[in-house]
């Protein structure tokens, strides 16, 4: 089984940033497999801020779009998220993701592996 473990979550306020992490580890997980980081807060759908396929090509979602990037060290298996001039809406709890494909990856339900979460709060 693939672990996923995320990280670097808080409380900030208004206009401060946080870099989010997540390592993977366990039987399976390779280099080939996209990454990518979704976020879900009380009462709304799960949805994609940045994603990451094997060959490094990066897309973001609207939520952070402008304010956040993506990346990953593959000598580390650590994907990490950078987010910068966060706001009140911004907060949610973000879940990093994996998989084997590169398709569809704006979509939540496609992904196999999620890690637990790490909550982000930001405040006015």
């Known amino acids: 089984q693939v672990r996923l473990v995320e990280s670097g979550g808080g409380s900030v306020q208004s206009g401060g940033s946080l870099r989010l992490s997540c390592e993977a580890s366990g039987d399976g997980y390779s280099l080939s497999w996209s990454m990518g980081w979704f976020r879900e807060a009380p009462g709304k759908e799960r949805e994609a801020v940045a994603v990451i396929d094997y060959n490094g090509l990066r897309r973001y979602g609207d939520p952070l779009k402008g304010r956040c990037d993506i990346s990953r060290d593959n000598a580390k298996n650590t994907l990490y998220l950078q987010m910068d001039s966060l706001k009140p809406e911004d907060t949610a709890m973000y879940y990093c993701?994996?998989?084997?494909?590169?398709?569809?990856?704006?979509?939540?339900?496609?992904?196999?592996?999620w890690g637990q979460g790490t909550q982000v709060t930001v405040s006015s």
């Open positions: 993701a994996a998989k084997r494909d590169a398709w569809r990856l704006f979509l939540p339900e496609t992904w196999d592996h």
